[in-house]
């Protein structure tokens, strides 16, 4: 059932979840939750298709969670990894054999989106778009009911997943701790003859107009030859203390015209941009009944802004929460689990490159000769997410001791905390 105008709406709406942002995430919970049996609302402010700031890149992790919902994306195209390039260097980086899936793929999120949210509806989800989630009513911390538009929604659990910007979740005390790293992010879309290329390129030589490389990367990530496109955009690092000096749509501009002649690019169209907290570096993503997923709990990689994995992954963990017990702390813990200690590595890793003096004398020993063909695979499995913990391989063990070390360090540095 879809319905689109409030005055359409039965008045209260009772639900057993609700499910607020359809995103990737939003709508992979609400597939999640309808299969288990769970009367559930999906509910977007936007009508669909509509679309999302993104390098539409999806590597093996998030095809694995594709592969249990169903979803078969993008089926002409496939990726093998990455080839990543500066300094005077190329390293090409196959995607490792750590996931069932061992390719990638892509597509611009304005399909992308619709298509989960299209599943949702099938797997039978009731969905609501056109008209946003607001007014929360709380009794302690749990949310006893919610608008859309004029109508009222009640809901035994609450999934808020309306993204980084999250409007939702701030009048629920969410808060985004800006003196972590954070991401600044521009893309388009340019057509090229090269739209089949099965290997998604980042250049981590991000120069400006006037040389200076900055602390981020480009990217061009193929969208396959029935598409004709590739997807081609930036993201630079930043803090508090440390803010990326960057016009992202100008410096856009610059990459392009660079990348232009071997990508024999059309003009890039569609130009948008975002900022992006990482790393789980907000507070109250929980309450009682309620909890955020995906990048509205700033699940995102803070070493290359990457968050469809991250944001499907845990759209399944929400789901297998649902019960009688508070989340206000299980959420939190759960969290932190899967991704606690990885995070504040990469968190502290993503603080190096904020440090104008850091990329020019690490780049080219990364990039060139004997150590760039042992170090690149592996840094591209880490900016891929790709390192589980059923891993066992010298990378794996080491990741995991540096993420000890880097957590015990860092204590004081919160993830998803309560405060």
């Known amino acids: 059932m879809i319905v689109l105008m409030p005055e359409q709406i039965d008045n209260p ?19 999640h939750a309808a299969r288990a049996g769970y009367e559930t609302l999906l509910v977007d402010g936007a009508r669909f298709p509509r679309d999302k700031t993104c390098g539409d890149g999806l590597t093996p992790r998030a095809m694995h969670q594709l592969e ?31 996931y069932p899936v061992q390719t990638g793929t892509a597509l611009p999120r304005l399909h992308f989106d619709n298509l989960v949210v299209d599943a949702a509806r099938q797997a039978g989800a009731t969905l609501w778009t056109g008209t946003p989630a607001t007014a929360p009513e709380l009794s302690g911390n749990r949310i006893v009911s919610f608008r859309v538009g004029e109508a009222e929604v009640r809901a035994r659990w609450i999934i808020v997943a309306d993204g980084v910007r999250s409007t939702f979740s701030k009048q629920l005390g969410r808060t985004w701790q800006k003196d972590e ?50 997807n081609i955009g930036l993201g630079a690092l930043s803090t508090a203390r440390r803010p990326a000096k960057i016009n992202t749509k100008k410096l856009l501009e610059h990459y392009a015209e660079q990348q232009r002649p071997e990508w024999k690019l059309g003009p890039i169209e569609h130009v948008a941009s975002a900022l992006l907290p990482m ?33 499907l992954e845990t759209a399944a963990l929400a789901v297998e929460l649902l ?52 170090l690149m695979p592996a840094a591209a499995r880490l900016m891929g997410n790709l390192v589980t913990e059923e891993d066992r391989d010298l990378i794996a063990r080491a990741w995991r001791m540096a993420g000890g070390t880097v957590g015990r360090l860092r204590s004081h540095s919160p993830l998803w905390s309560t405060d």
């Open 68 to 98: 249990k919902l169903d979803l078969d994306v993008n089926p002409k195209y496939r990726s093998l990894g990455l080839k990543l390039h500066g300094f005077g260097g190329s390293v090409t980086a196959p995607w490792p054999q750590t």
């Open 181 to 230: 790293v954070y991401g600044i992010a521009a893309r388009s879309y340019a057509t090229s003859p090269h739209a089949g290329e099965p290997w998604l390129h980042s250049h981590v030589e991000l120069q400006d107009e006037k040389g200076t490389v900055q602390p981020g990367y480009g990217w061009i990530f193929p969208l396959g030859e029935e598409l004709g496109q590739v």
């Open 323 to 374: 019960g009688p017990k508070d989340f206000t702390l299980a959420w939190p813990d759960i969290l932190r689990a899967h991704y606690g200690q990885a995070f504040l590595l990469a968190r502290t890793a993503a603080r190096l490159l904020t440090y104008p003096q850091f990329l020019p004398v690490a780049g080219p020993l990364a990039l060139r000769g004997p150590v760039g063909r042992i």
């Open 279 to 311: 790393g789980g570096a907000v507070t109250n993503v929980a309450g009682a009944n309620w909890m955020l997923i995906g990048d509205a709990a700033a699940c995102v990689n803070p070493l290359n802004g990457e968050g469809i994995d991250y944001g």
């Open 13 to 31: 709406s009772t639900f057993d979840v609700a499910i607020i942002g359809a995103g990737p995430a939003g709508a992979a919970a609400a597939i």
